[in-house]
């Protein structure tokens, strides 16, 4: 079974672009998560989705931060324009169906932003 | 709020001894779920073991072992006899019932022949 698949792995911009990441869960995961991974610390959700729904986002910095995911499957995070703050790993993790503390979240590699 | 405290950053060891990793935990909730979880140098987060508030039960897979205790709410993880292969980074996590994990800050594992 594919596991979490994002892309690109590696990305580096100057501060003020645009960037774009994507991630595909695992085959049948209802739930999608985005984290926010700065070095030397664990990751920080920025989002989760059930489906399309996004049912938490309270921690998404909406100024600059915006995800989709559309039909449920798959999901973008964009960043317009970043900061030189922005740079860290942002990571991709899906869960089975149903919202529950007890489910596995199974991560992706991870997209690693440098913001020049 | 929900809070983790890994308060080692850096353990190094030298193979074949055992290391034990500490986790701290603060929440309100009654009903949670503590993981742990393992990061090579790769980067991809992997789930090590998951327990919930209500099974205070150690367990041991293989080289890993763990002791939850609520009554000093810690959640600890020892790896015997480590090998080169255990070296990463380890995040203790709590998550609500509705799934919100809230990771640790990490610590680093060095093993050296």
């Known amino acids: 079974e594919a596991g979490v698949v994002q892309s690109p792995r590696y990305k580096i911009i100057e501060k003020k672009q645009p960037v774009a990441f994507w991630c595909n869960p695992i085959s049948g995961h209802n739930t999608l998560y985005w984290y926010r991974q700065n070095l030397g610390q664990g990751p920080e959700l920025l989002i989760r989705y059930e489906n399309e729904e996004a049912v938490d986002d309270s921690q998404l910095p909406k100024d600059r931060f915006s995800a989709e995911r559309l039909k449920g499957v798959d999901s973008t995070l964009k960043i317009q324009p970043a900061e030189l703050g922005d740079s860290a790993v942002y990571l991709c993790?899906?869960?089975?169906?149903?919202?529950?503390?007890?489910?596995?979240?199974?991560f992706g590699p991870g997209t690693r932003l440098t913001v020049l | 709020a929900q809070k983790v405290t890994q308060a080692q950053t850096e353990i190094s060891v030298v193979e074949k001894e055992d290391v034990t990793l500490d986790c701290v935990y603060e929440t309100r909730d009654t009903t949670y779920y503590l993981f742990w979880y393992k990061q090579p140098p790769s980067g991809e987060l992997v789930f090590l073991i998951r327990r919930n508030s209500f099974d205070e039960q150690n367990e041991i897979s293989g080289r890993y072992s763990w002791n939850f205790q609520k009554s000093t709410s810690s959640f600890n993880f020892t790896i015997t006899a480590s090998q080169v292969v255990d070296s990463a980074v380890y995040f203790c996590a709590l998550s609500d019932s509705w799934g919100k994990l809230q990771f640790g800050a990490g610590t680093q594992v060095v093993v050296t022949p």
């Open positions: 993790a899906s869960s089975p169906i149903g919202t529950s503390g007890n489910n596995e979240q199974f």
